[in-house]
């Protein structure tokens, strides 16, 4: 019950944010020994064989499948491999949450900057809320912990903010201090940064892998 809880409290940290190889060849030549694949026809021949000079003689020639060669992996390239698929499977279900909240930003900020009366401007904000809650909140509250960790580092790529910024500017200071100190509890923070050369470099490469294959 008491994991449910935890689990639980982290959804609402992330519905809080959006609302505010190498192959191996096993054959090789020397330009100066090999010449290229021949096909050469003796008198009683009825069937066609490639061949090769070699040293002054002609040989069968064939061209052999490329041989693959896989070291069995030590305990730390395990692990290191689990971490890998572990991030990637995070990426590839979070990635359109943090796409849909860049698009969302966006809008609303396109928005706001016809709105100068702060009344009018706070009634805007609440209905997009609203809209949000509506959109985000089931599928936020499946994610894990570790995939709501993996988005807010996707909305800060996205968007350029922190999800802490975010929230300050939607709902204020006081609501950002809060759903800090939620994230905190959780081992995580909305201050968290995005360093695609740095610690994120891993996660980066997942990005534009993901980029690419659905051509966005």
């Not at 008198?43 to 040989?59: P, R």
């Not at 052999?64 to 990637?88: N, Q």
């Not at 809650?133 to 499946?142: Q, R, S, V, Y």
Request: charged residues 25%.
């Amino acid at each position: 019950m008491r994991l449910v809880a935890r689990i639980y409290g982290f959804q609402l940290v992330l519905i809080a944010v959006l609302t505010g190889l190498v192959s191996f060849s096993a054959f090789s030549q020397k330009k100066d020994s090999l010449s290229g694949p021949v096909t050469q026809l003796g008198k009683n021949d009825t069937i066609l064989t490639a061949g090769i000079m070699y040293q002054g003689e002609f040989i069968p020639y064939k061209m052999m499948s490329d041989a693959y060669v896989f070291g069995k992996l030590t305990g730390a390239r395990l692990e290191a491999y689990r971490a890998w698929t572990r991030l990637r499977n995070a990426v590839y279900v979070t990635y359109p949450y943090a796409r849909r909240a860049s698009l969302i930003m966006n809008d609303i900020n396109a928005h706001l900057a016809s709105i100068t009366d702060q009344g009018k401007r706070r009634a805007y904000i609440r209905s997009r809320e609203k809209e949000l809650k509506k959109e985000f909140a089931e599928p936020l509250m499946e994610l894990s912990i570790y995939q709501g960790k993996v988005l807010m580092k996707l909305i800060n790529r996205e968007t350029g903010n922190n999800c802490y910024e975010i929230v300050k500017e939607y709902k204020g200071g006081v609501s950002a201090n809060f759903w800090q100190t939620v994230a905190w509890v959780f081992g995580s923070s909305l201050k968290q940064p995005y360093d695609p050369s740095g610690d994120d470099q891993a996660m980066e490469v997942i990005v534009l892998e993901v980029k690419r294959m659905y051509g966005i």
